[in-house]
């Protein structure tokens, strides 16, 4: 399968391994499998969440986004959990099923906000971006070495944040409960969190359970503005810290799915965090 296949599509990205594992995604646009524009049917709108969402009645007042992102903080084990460590790795699968593939992926993070993920693609080769603190960057078989800057710095910045967990307000203008309703058969909360840096993030928390249960996001791309959902599941303990083990996407109309296999705390060296020699060439 040619490499043309994967134009119009984008790779599964949040600081903990596992956020950046939910917004890697639109960093790495280019690399999913779909027919060309010539063979296609037109795309069709997706949507979010089902016509008979179930709403919260009026009569009942909505928890405040603090009180929910704060649950969802303890369900995972606590802010004290979440401050303990330094750096996380992570390692999976990341699969698109309508196209028949599977990769092998590696996500690090290490405190304050460096980042690096790799995904290893049968057919494709070896897809890696990452934040070292101060340079985003990715390589790809389809774009080569790239140094991101404006918008797509900012957002990387952003979502290579360590703690990222903790949602603190510093990161935020704004957090507000917009409703209760239903997301993927689930009652949910959903929250509404507007960047400091710029755009809106929107979560969905379960209302049985307290922990996060997906959200619908937008990051720039080399290809413009990628907009998607994520649905996380199948919550285990790794250490002291519960996280999402299966993570769904649908990103301009496809369909990709990680599935977390380990995560290991305090163990990333420093180096794995130094930037690629093609990519130290770009660094004027």
């Given at each position: 399968m040619?490499?043309?296949?994967?134009r119009?599509?984008c790779?599964?990205p949040?600081?903990r391994?596992?956020?950046?594992a939910?917004t890697t995604?639109?960093?790495l646009?280019?690399?999913?499998?779909v027919?060309?524009?010539?063979?296609?049917?037109?795309?069709?709108?997706?949507k979010?969440?089902p016509?008979?969402a179930?709403k919260?009645?009026?009569?009942?007042?909505l928890?405040?986004?603090?009180s929910?992102l704060?649950?969802?903080l303890a369900?995972?084990?606590?802010r004290a959990a979440?401050?303990?460590?330094s750096s996380?790795?992570?390692?999976?699968?990341?699969a698109?099923p309508?196209?028949?593939?599977?990769g092998?992926l590696?996500?690090?993070?290490?405190?304050?906000?460096?980042?690096?993920?790799?995904?290893?693609?049968?057919g494709?080769?070896v897809?890696?971006?990452?934040?070292d603190?101060v340079?985003?960057?990715?390589?790809s078989?389809m774009?080569g070495?790239?140094l991101?800057d404006?918008?797509?710095?900012?957002?990387?910045?952003?979502?290579s944040?360590f703690h990222?967990?903790?949602?603190?307000d510093s990161r935020?203008?704004s957090?507000?409960?917009l409703?209760?309703?239903?997301?993927e058969?689930?009652a949910?909360y959903?929250?509404q969190l507007?960047r400091?840096?710029?755009?809106?993030?929107?979560?969905?928390?379960d209302v049985?359970t307290?922990?996060?249960?997906?959200?619908?996001t937008?990051?720039?791309?080399?290809?413009?503005?990628?907009s998607g959902t994520?649905?996380?599941?199948?919550y285990?303990?790794?250490?002291?810290?519960?996280?999402?083990?299966t993570?769904?996407s649908?990103?301009?109309?496809?369909?990709q799915v990680?599935?977390i296999t380990s995560?290991?705390?305090?163990?990333v060296p420093?180096?794995?965090?130094?930037?690629?020699?093609?990519?130290?060439?770009?660094?004027?």
């Amino acid at each position: 399968m040619s490499l043309d296949c994967f134009r119009r599509g984008c790779v599964l990205p949040y600081g903990r391994a596992l956020r950046l594992a939910c917004t890697t995604a639109f960093a790495l646009v280019g690399l999913a499998a779909v027919t060309s524009a010539q063979t296609s049917a037109p795309a069709q709108p997706q949507k979010t969440q089902p016509d008979t969402a179930a709403k919260a009645p009026a009569s009942t007042a909505l928890p405040s986004a603090r009180s929910i992102l704060d649950r969802h903080l303890a369900a995972i084990g606590g802010r004290a959990a979440v401050l303990s460590h330094s750096s996380t790795s992570a390692k999976g699968t990341l699969a698109m099923p309508k196209a028949g593939m599977t990769g092998n992926l590696e996500i690090y993070g290490a405190k304050p906000n460096k980042s690096v993920v790799k995904i290893t693609l049968a057919g494709v080769g070896v897809v890696t971006e990452g934040f070292d603190g101060v340079h985003a960057w990715s390589v790809s078989p389809m774009t080569g070495p790239m140094l991101l800057d404006g918008k797509q710095l900012e957002e990387k910045k952003f979502d290579s944040d360590f703690h990222s967990e903790l949602r603190d307000d510093s990161r935020y203008s704004s957090i507000k409960t917009l409703e209760q309703t239903d997301f993927e058969g689930r009652a949910c909360y959903k929250v509404q969190l507007v960047r400091k840096t710029g755009g809106t993030d929107i979560e969905f928390y379960d209302v049985a359970t307290g922990l996060k249960a997906g959200s619908m996001t937008s990051r720039e791309t080399h290809m413009g503005t990628v907009s998607g959902t994520t649905v996380e599941s199948d919550y285990r303990k790794f250490g002291n810290l519960l996280q999402p083990t299966t993570i769904r996407s649908q990103i301009s109309g496809v369909e990709q799915v990680i599935t977390i296999t380990s995560v290991e705390y305090d163990t990333v060296p420093p180096s794995a965090f130094d930037l690629p020699v093609e990519i130290k060439a770009l660094v004027k």
